[in-house]
């Protein structure tokens, strides 16, 4: 594919001045209604009040916790007997757990300080670093100790940063614009613009195919859950001689995380090849969704002893968690995916009405998000029950009694659990 020619959200050619006209007829009306309301430029206009206290405490916390922290590792370093020390499981997720603690640190520093001096653009690009750091921080808590308080912290900073995030990002800011532009005109001019507006998500950079916004990429996740668990499901049902079985990861709904999160990864890293040479695409996607996979076979085991496949004698196994053919399977999904696929979910994310263009995202937001939670805390109380310890408090009482053993091994087919394997202090 040549530099001159770029796919359209339709699959179709366009030219690159076509691309060009196209864009440039999506940020007229944002340029239109800025004029109008005479507001600065996006980086000049100045951050809300409470994202600018919020930067605040995290340049605080930072400050505080970075070098509390550094003095502790090497206090503790300083106390142990290297020649004695077993590398256990447990040791080495403490390890992990430290050394992404101070990372959650300095970047808090950085990302405080460019909240307060009201670098919108700089600071949503640092919120979307923070955002995975910091759910690798909640997890690597989770495998060590469970669900528990100590969650709270990494849970509220997460909410915190997805806030912040919408807030600062400069092409969200934009599309809000454009919004509120479209409210005040007559239905003949409003549909009129509608029809100048379907390249919105785009990487008007040019460096990708889609913006990596918050908003894209939430639904590229939530699109992936379901059509993912369709193919595993299909998949299975034609292999093993028509029998249907659960393939969902979450306690309600056809929703399978797994394919979303998978999803999510490739669209990140594959962005930039989008128009790459096919070879290239394929290769990167199987290594990127093999590595996945293990990742994700790994903490489920490391979290809750939970094993969910297992290919151990497959050809070119890894440990077990993932094999050659599913590489190669996860190589071509990459390429289906970047070349077929994200075009037309772009366009099809672009059907959703203006006017409920954020709410429906909230809320689909909120109840997927409640489901998680929900999901972890039963995984967690099964955990415990099969651990041998007796349910002691209200919550595990409850999923005891609405999501005992028999419920989670019927819903989660594919699951057996073993806490002898998990990586839990």
């Given at each position: 594919m040549t530099n001159d020619m770029k796919p359209a959200d339709d699959g179709t050619m366009h030219s690159a001045d076509d691309l060009a006209r196209r864009v440039a007829d999506a940020t007229a009306i944002a340029a239109t209604e800025a004029s109008l309301e005479s507001t600065p430029s996006i980086d000049g206009r100045r951050l809300p009040l409470m994202a600018r206290i919020y930067g605040a405490l995290c340049l605080i916390v930072g400050l505080v916790t970075l070098p509390m922290l550094i003095m502790l590792i090497v206090d503790t370093v300083d106390g142990l007997d290297m020649a004695h020390i077993q590398p256990t499981l447990t040791f080495l997720l403490s390890c992990?757990?430290?050394?992404?603690?101070?990372?959650?640190?300095?970047?808090?520093?950085?990302?405080?300080?460019?909240?307060?001096?009201?670098?919108?653009?700089?600071?949503?690009?640092w919120a979307y670093a923070l955002i995975p750091l910091t759910l690798l921080e909640g997890l690597s808590n989770l495998e060590l100790y469970g669900l528990g308080p100590s969650l709270l912290v990494p849970f509220a900073q997460l909410v915190l940063l997805v806030v912040i995030s919408v807030v600062a990002d400069p092409t969200l800011r934009d599309e809000r614009r454009i919004q509120r532009a479209l409210r005040r005109m007559n239905e003949q001019d409003r549909l009129a613009a509608e029809?100048?507006?379907?390249?919105?998500?785009?990487?008007?950079?040019?460096?990708?195919?889609?913006?990596?916004?918050?908003?894209?990429?939430?639904?590229?996740?939530?699109?992936?859950?379901?059509?993912?668990?369709?193919?595993?499901?299909?998949?299975?049902?034609?292999?093993?001689?028509?029998?249907?079985?659960?393939?969902?990861?979450?306690?309600?709904?056809?929703?399978?995380?797994?394919?979303?999160?998978?999803?999510?990864?490739?669209?990140?890293?594959?962005?930039?090849?989008?128009?790459?040479?096919?070879?290239?695409?394929?290769?990167?996607?199987?290594?990127?969704?093999?590595?996945?996979?293990?990742?994700?076979?790994?903490?489920?085991?490391?979290?809750?002893?939970?094993?969910?496949?297992?290919?151990?004698?497959?050809?070119?196994?890894?440990?077990?968690?993932?094999?050659?053919?599913?590489?190669?399977?996860?190589?071509?999904?990459?390429?289906?995916?970047?070349?077929?696929?994200?075009?037309?979910?772009?366009?099809?994310?672009?059907?959703?009405?203006?006017?409920?263009?954020?709410?429906?995202?909230?809320?689909?937001?909120?109840?997927?998000?409640?489901?998680?939670?929900?999901?972890?805390?039963?995984?967690?109380c099964w955990y415990s029950r099969v651990s041998g310890l007796q349910p002691g408090s209200p919550v595990e009482l409850f999923f005891q009694r609405h999501y005992d053993d028999a419920y989670m091994q019927h819903r989660f087919q594919t699951m057996t659990i073993d806490p002898n394997v998990s990586g839990r202090v």
């Open positions: 992990v757990h430290a050394l992404l603690l101070v990372a959650n640190s300095a970047a808090l520093i950085v990302f405080g300080i460019l909240l307060v001096r009201n670098r919108r653009r700089y600071a949503a690009r029809a100048k507006i379907d390249m919105v998500g785009r990487d008007l950079t040019g460096r990708g195919y889609i913006a990596l916004d918050f908003f894209n990429l939430f639904w590229v996740f939530v699109v992936a859950c379901v059509v993912g668990l369709g193919i595993e499901t299909i998949y299975h049902f034609v292999m093993y001689g028509g029998e249907w079985q659960d393939r969902a990861g979450l306690l309600y709904g056809p929703f399978s995380p797994i394919y979303g999160f998978g999803a999510v990864l490739l669209t990140v890293f594959l962005n930039r090849l989008w128009d790459s040479n096919p070879l290239l695409i394929f290769i990167a996607s199987a290594v990127i969704g093999g590595s996945f996979e293990f990742a994700v076979s790994w903490f489920m085991e490391t979290a809750f002893g939970i094993t969910a496949w297992d290919y151990t004698g497959q050809w070119l196994s890894v440990g077990g968690r993932t094999s050659g053919k599913y590489m190669l399977m996860w190589g071509l999904l990459g390429l289906v995916w970047i070349r077929l696929v994200l075009p037309r979910l772009l366009k099809l994310i672009n059907r959703i009405p203006w006017k409920w263009r954020y709410s429906l995202t909230v809320a689909m937001f909120v109840l997927l998000f409640v489901d998680g939670v929900m999901t972890l805390m039963a995984l967690d």
